[in-house]
């Protein structure tokens, strides 16, 4: 029997290459009426607010964050911003190559695959779009149960929906917004996913009191699975 009967993925840095924002948002903030620049700023800024979805919908937030920028932008605009948000979240995500191999290799061995995502509204919305979606019998969304990592809820929820209890599952990250150690603190063992193009990705709160094992790639998760020795 496997060491780990499920495994929990982060989805940005994880199942996609290292995140980094490309000209397309650039759209996003011209029909705000601002500067990409200031755009940036508020939206990492606030990020844990959005992701957490105590702002509202799509629309509710975007509103929000113009509020922030201090410009207020025709309703038609609002929602041509949202659309173009949408499209330039997913113009960035490019999922890893050994994703959808590594995700079927789980499921042939029977093992359960989970998603635990800090995410705003677009992921939720594309994801089922994408090859890895059908590989993954939970997804969790910190916009939907509104909370965010290290919040142990997310984990949890995870391994509920498997039917396997924390101890028997194990969390891959590359350890932003601290999701290592709180998947530690669940009950769940952790490894951090430190694959070469992750050197630019966008990284929002930093695991640093991760000590544990770590990765250079996804397919190194099956070598995970295999029953630890007796001595």
């Not at 397309?24 to 606030?46: K, P, Q, R, Y």
Request: contains cysteine; negative net charge; aromatic residues 6%.
């Amino acid at each position: 029997m496997p060491r780990f009967q499920a495994v929990l993925f982060d989805f940005f840095g994880t199942l996609t290459r290292g995140a980094q924002r490309g000209a397309a948002h650039i759209a996003t903030a011209e029909l705000l009426g601002c500067s990409a620049d200031a755009l940036m700023e508020v939206l990492d800024s606030s990020f844990y607010e959005r992701a957490s979805g105590s702002l509202g919908d799509a629309e509710a937030t975007m509103r929000w964050v113009c509020a922030r920028l201090g410009v207020r932008p025709s309703d038609a605009a609002v929602r041509a911003a949202v659309a173009s948000r949408h499209l330039a979240v997913r113009a960035d995500t490019r999922l890893r190559a050994e994703a959808v191999p590594v995700l079927a290799a789980l499921r042939h061995r029977g093992v359960g695959t989970g998603l635990v995502s800090d995410c705003t509204h677009e992921l939720p919305a594309f994801l089922p779009q994408l090859a890895v979606a059908p590989l993954l019998d939970a997804q969790i969304f910190s916009v939907r149960l509104g909370r965010c990592k290290p919040d142990p809820e997310l984990y949890l929820a995870a391994c509920y929906r498997l039917g396997r209890a924390p101890a028997d599952c194990l969390y891959v990250g590359d350890g932003d917004s601290q999701e290592l150690t709180g998947a530690e603190r669940a009950g769940l063992s952790a490894v951090r996913l430190a694959a070469p193009d992750l050197a630019g990705h966008v990284v929002l709160n930093a695991d640093l009191g991760f000590d544990g094992p770590s990765l250079t790639s996804l397919t190194g998760v099956l070598d995970l699975l295999d029953p630890v020795p007796v001595a």
